[in-house]
Protein backbone atom coordinates (compact mmCIF):
# COMPACT_ATOMS: atom_id res chain seq x y z
CA UNK A 1 0.00 0.00 0.00
CA UNK A 2 3.04 2.55 0.58
CA UNK A 3 4.78 1.86 -2.58
CA UNK A 4 1.45 2.48 -4.17
CA UNK A 5 0.55 5.52 -2.41
CA UNK A 6 4.57 6.55 -3.33
CA UNK A 7 3.62 5.84 -7.09
CA UNK A 8 0.44 8.35 -6.58
CA UNK A 9 2.43 11.05 -5.52
CA UNK A 10 5.44 10.13 -8.05
CA UNK A 11 2.84 10.47 -10.89
CA UNK A 12 1.52 13.71 -9.19
CA UNK A 13 5.38 15.18 -9.89
CA UNK A 14 5.05 13.87 -13.39
CA UNK A 15 2.46 15.59 -14.41
CA UNK A 16 0.91 18.15 -12.57
CA UNK A 17 3.28 21.52 -12.95
CA UNK A 18 1.99 23.32 -9.86
CA UNK A 19 3.50 19.96 -7.74
CA UNK A 20 6.62 21.50 -5.33
CA UNK A 21 7.47 18.96 -3.20
CA UNK A 22 6.04 15.44 -1.86
CA UNK A 23 5.20 17.73 1.31
CA UNK A 24 3.54 20.15 -0.52
CA UNK A 25 1.68 17.34 -2.28
CA UNK A 26 0.52 15.28 0.29
CA UNK A 27 -0.76 18.43 2.29
CA UNK A 28 -2.15 20.52 -0.46
CA UNK A 29 -3.52 18.15 -3.29
CA UNK A 30 -7.23 16.84 -2.62
CA UNK A 31 -7.06 14.38 -5.16
CA UNK A 32 -3.95 12.60 -3.73
CA UNK A 33 -5.12 12.64 -0.38
CA UNK A 34 -8.67 10.90 -1.45
CA UNK A 35 -6.73 8.63 -3.31
CA UNK A 36 -4.49 7.87 -0.01
CA UNK A 37 -8.24 7.22 1.95
CA UNK A 38 -9.37 4.90 -0.74
CA UNK A 39 -5.89 3.25 -0.45
CA UNK A 40 -6.55 2.51 3.59
CA UNK A 41 -10.38 1.88 2.72
CA UNK A 42 -9.25 -0.58 -0.03
CA UNK A 43 -7.06 -2.71 2.11
CA UNK A 44 -9.93 -2.96 4.95
CA UNK A 45 -12.70 -4.29 2.42
CA UNK A 46 -10.46 -6.53 0.72
CA UNK A 47 -9.80 -7.58 4.75
CA UNK A 48 -13.29 -8.39 5.21
CA UNK A 49 -14.20 -5.17 7.16
CA UNK A 50 -16.73 -3.97 5.17
CA UNK A 51 -18.56 -1.32 7.52
CA UNK A 52 -14.83 -0.37 8.47
CA UNK A 53 -13.99 0.21 4.92
CA UNK A 54 -17.13 2.59 4.21
CA UNK A 55 -16.84 4.31 7.11
CA UNK A 56 -13.08 5.36 6.06
CA UNK A 57 -14.57 5.94 2.61
CA UNK A 58 -17.46 8.27 4.00
CA UNK A 59 -14.55 9.79 6.28
CA UNK A 60 -12.06 10.68 2.88
CA UNK A 61 -15.46 11.97 0.88
CA UNK A 62 -15.94 14.71 3.88
CA UNK A 63 -12.56 15.80 3.83
CA UNK A 64 -11.69 15.85 -0.08
CA UNK A 65 -15.28 15.85 -2.05
CA UNK A 66 -14.35 12.79 -3.86
CA UNK A 67 -16.31 9.56 -3.72
CA UNK A 68 -14.21 6.41 -4.29
CA UNK A 69 -15.79 3.30 -3.55
CA UNK A 70 -13.48 0.90 -1.65
CA UNK A 71 -14.27 -1.70 -3.33
CA UNK A 72 -12.89 0.02 -6.85
CA UNK A 73 -9.74 -1.86 -8.22
CA UNK A 74 -7.35 1.40 -8.58
CA UNK A 75 -4.06 0.92 -10.56
CA UNK A 76 -0.46 2.38 -9.07
CA UNK A 77 0.48 6.50 -10.29
CA UNK A 78 -3.59 7.23 -10.36
CA UNK A 79 -3.82 11.10 -10.16
CA UNK A 80 -7.22 13.00 -9.65
CA UNK A 81 -6.51 16.57 -10.95
CA UNK A 82 -7.91 19.08 -9.14
CA UNK A 83 -10.17 16.38 -6.99
CA UNK A 84 -13.54 17.86 -6.42
CA UNK A 85 -16.67 16.06 -7.37
CA UNK A 86 -15.45 12.96 -9.10
CA UNK A 87 -17.26 9.53 -8.11
CA UNK A 88 -15.70 6.20 -9.03
CA UNK A 89 -18.20 3.30 -8.63
CA UNK A 90 -17.98 -0.06 -6.29
CA UNK A 91 -16.48 -2.50 -9.59
CA UNK A 92 -14.68 -0.24 -11.26
CA UNK A 93 -11.29 -1.01 -12.44
CA UNK A 94 -8.69 1.79 -13.32
CA UNK A 95 -5.40 0.23 -14.66
CA UNK A 96 -2.09 2.37 -14.04
CA UNK A 97 -0.79 6.11 -15.15
CA UNK A 98 -4.45 7.12 -15.76
CA UNK A 99 -5.55 10.71 -14.95
CA UNK A 100 -9.30 11.87 -13.80
CA UNK A 101 -9.83 15.67 -13.89
CA UNK A 102 -12.44 17.29 -11.67
CA UNK A 103 -16.77 15.98 -12.26
CA UNK A 104 -15.87 12.60 -13.67
CA UNK A 105 -18.09 9.60 -12.71
CA UNK A 106 -17.46 5.89 -13.33
CA UNK A 107 -20.71 4.92 -12.73
CA UNK A 108 -23.37 2.60 -13.09
CA UNK A 109 -25.99 2.46 -16.32
CA UNK A 110 -27.60 -0.73 -14.76
CA UNK A 111 -31.17 -0.46 -13.78
CA UNK A 112 -33.37 -1.95 -12.21
CA UNK A 113 -30.51 -2.79 -9.78
CA UNK A 114 -28.32 -6.18 -10.46
CA UNK A 115 -24.48 -7.21 -9.11
CA UNK A 116 -21.62 -8.18 -10.62
CA UNK A 117 -19.75 -5.60 -13.24
CA UNK A 118 -21.89 -2.71 -13.34
CA UNK A 119 -18.80 0.44 -13.48
CA UNK A 120 -16.49 1.07 -16.23
CA UNK A 121 -12.95 -0.77 -16.54
CA UNK A 122 -9.90 2.53 -17.81
CA UNK A 123 -7.11 0.68 -19.11
CA UNK A 124 -3.50 1.84 -18.92
CA UNK A 125 -2.68 5.86 -19.60
CA UNK A 126 -6.20 6.90 -19.88
CA UNK A 127 -6.92 10.57 -19.42
CA UNK A 128 -10.29 11.84 -18.51
CA UNK A 129 -11.94 15.41 -19.01
CA UNK A 130 -13.38 17.60 -16.67
CA UNK A 131 -17.16 16.46 -16.18
CA UNK A 132 -16.97 13.56 -18.85
CA UNK A 133 -19.71 10.50 -17.50
CA UNK A 134 -18.50 7.00 -18.35
CA UNK A 135 -21.84 4.60 -17.70
CA UNK A 136 -21.62 1.21 -17.13
CA UNK A 137 -19.31 -1.98 -17.17
CA UNK A 138 -17.66 -1.00 -20.78
CA UNK A 139 -13.67 -0.89 -21.38
CA UNK A 140 -12.02 2.56 -21.98
CA UNK A 141 -8.58 1.09 -24.28
CA UNK A 142 -5.40 1.94 -23.53
CA UNK A 143 -3.85 5.50 -23.94
CA UNK A 144 -7.94 7.09 -24.67
CA UNK A 145 -9.03 10.33 -24.34
CA UNK A 146 -12.06 11.51 -23.44
CA UNK A 147 -12.65 14.99 -23.99
CA UNK A 148 -14.71 17.06 -20.96
CA UNK A 149 -18.11 16.26 -20.57
CA UNK A 150 -18.54 13.65 -22.99
CA UNK A 151 -21.01 10.51 -22.24
CA UNK A 152 -19.44 7.58 -23.00
CA UNK A 153 -22.06 4.47 -22.84
CA UNK A 154 -19.83 2.39 -24.95
CA UNK A 155 -16.83 0.50 -25.38
CA UNK A 156 -13.46 2.99 -26.20
CA UNK A 157 -11.12 1.64 -28.57
CA UNK A 158 -7.16 2.30 -28.03
CA UNK A 159 -5.44 5.16 -28.07
CA UNK A 160 -8.38 7.61 -29.94
CA UNK A 161 -9.94 10.95 -28.61
CA UNK A 162 -13.40 11.08 -28.14
CA UNK A 163 -16.00 14.09 -27.64
CA UNK A 164 -19.60 14.36 -27.51
CA UNK A 165 -22.86 13.15 -26.23
CA UNK A 166 -22.55 10.28 -26.45
CA UNK A 167 -19.22 10.20 -27.34
CA UNK A 168 -17.88 9.17 -30.56
CA UNK A 169 -14.46 8.95 -31.83
CA UNK A 170 -12.77 12.08 -33.35
CA UNK A 171 -9.13 11.66 -33.70
CA UNK A 172 -6.63 8.83 -33.59
CA UNK A 173 -3.70 9.55 -31.58
CA UNK A 174 0.26 8.80 -32.03
CA UNK A 175 0.88 6.49 -29.33
CA UNK A 176 4.48 6.38 -30.28
CA UNK A 177 4.26 10.10 -29.67
CA UNK A 178 4.21 9.93 -25.70
CA UNK A 179 7.43 9.64 -24.32
CA UNK A 180 8.07 6.72 -21.68
CA UNK A 181 7.15 7.35 -18.08
CA UNK A 182 5.16 10.55 -19.02
CA UNK A 183 1.49 11.56 -19.59
CA UNK A 184 -0.11 12.74 -22.61
CA UNK A 185 -2.77 15.48 -21.79
CA UNK A 186 -3.72 16.34 -25.10
CA UNK A 187 -7.39 15.55 -24.39
CA UNK A 188 -8.13 19.45 -25.37
CA UNK A 189 -7.42 18.96 -28.77
CA UNK A 190 -10.58 18.70 -30.42
CA UNK A 191 -11.91 19.51 -33.71
CA UNK A 192 -14.43 22.54 -34.47
CA UNK A 193 -17.54 21.01 -36.03
CA UNK A 194 -19.36 23.99 -37.33
CA UNK A 195 -15.79 25.13 -38.22
CA UNK A 196 -15.27 22.35 -40.01
CA UNK A 197 -19.12 22.02 -41.84
CA UNK A 198 -18.10 25.80 -43.15
CA UNK A 199 -15.14 24.88 -44.21
CA UNK A 200 -16.23 22.04 -46.59
CA UNK A 201 -19.14 24.04 -47.71
CA UNK A 202 -16.84 27.00 -48.86
CA UNK A 203 -14.53 24.23 -50.58
CA UNK A 204 -18.20 23.21 -52.38
CA UNK A 205 -19.13 26.84 -53.03
CA UNK A 206 -15.33 27.04 -54.74
CA UNK A 207 -15.94 24.11 -56.75
CA UNK A 208 -19.55 25.11 -58.02
CA UNK A 209 -18.86 28.34 -58.98
CA UNK A 210 -15.19 27.10 -60.82
CA UNK A 211 -17.69 24.28 -62.73
CA UNK A 212 -20.52 27.37 -63.28
CA UNK A 213 -17.85 29.79 -64.85
CA UNK A 214 -16.23 26.60 -66.78
CA UNK A 215 -20.18 25.97 -68.05
CA UNK A 216 -20.30 30.07 -69.15
CA UNK A 217 -17.00 29.81 -71.20
CA UNK A 218 -18.11 26.48 -73.25
CA UNK A 219 -21.32 28.74 -74.22
CA UNK A 220 -19.89 32.25 -75.13
CA UNK A 221 -17.09 29.95 -77.06
CA UNK A 222 -19.72 29.27 -79.86
CA UNK A 223 -22.02 32.14 -79.69
CA UNK A 224 -18.52 34.10 -79.90
CA UNK A 225 -17.94 32.28 -83.26
CA UNK A 226 -21.25 32.42 -84.84
CA UNK A 227 -21.16 36.22 -84.31
CA UNK A 228 -17.74 36.43 -85.84
CA UNK A 229 -18.82 34.53 -88.99
CA UNK A 230 -22.01 36.49 -89.62
CA UNK A 231 -20.31 39.74 -88.99
CA UNK A 232 -17.57 38.60 -91.07
CA UNK A 233 -20.27 37.72 -93.82
CA UNK A 234 -21.80 40.96 -93.71
CA UNK A 235 -18.74 43.08 -94.49
CA UNK A 236 -18.31 40.56 -97.20
CA UNK A 237 -21.42 41.54 -98.74
CA UNK A 238 -20.90 45.19 -97.90
CA UNK A 239 -18.14 44.84 -99.66
CA UNK A 240 -19.66 43.56 -103.35
CA UNK A 241 -22.30 45.51 -103.02
CA UNK A 242 -19.90 48.68 -102.55
CA UNK A 243 -17.90 47.30 -105.69
Not at 190 to 213: H, N, S, T, Y
Not at 235 to 241: F, L, N, V, W
Amino acid sequence: MLALIRGDIAGVRLREPAARSRLDILLTCPGVQAVIWYRIANRFWRAGWRLSARLLSLFGRFLTNVEIHPGATIGSRFLIAHGACVVIGETAEIGNDVTLHHGVTLGSATWPWSSGKRHPTLEDGVVVGAGAKILGPITVGHGARIGANSVVNESIPTDVTVVGIPARVVRSQNSQSRGSGYIDLDHHLMPKPVGKAVALLLDRLEFLEMRVGHMQQQLRDPLRTEHKALSTGTRSQERCGVA
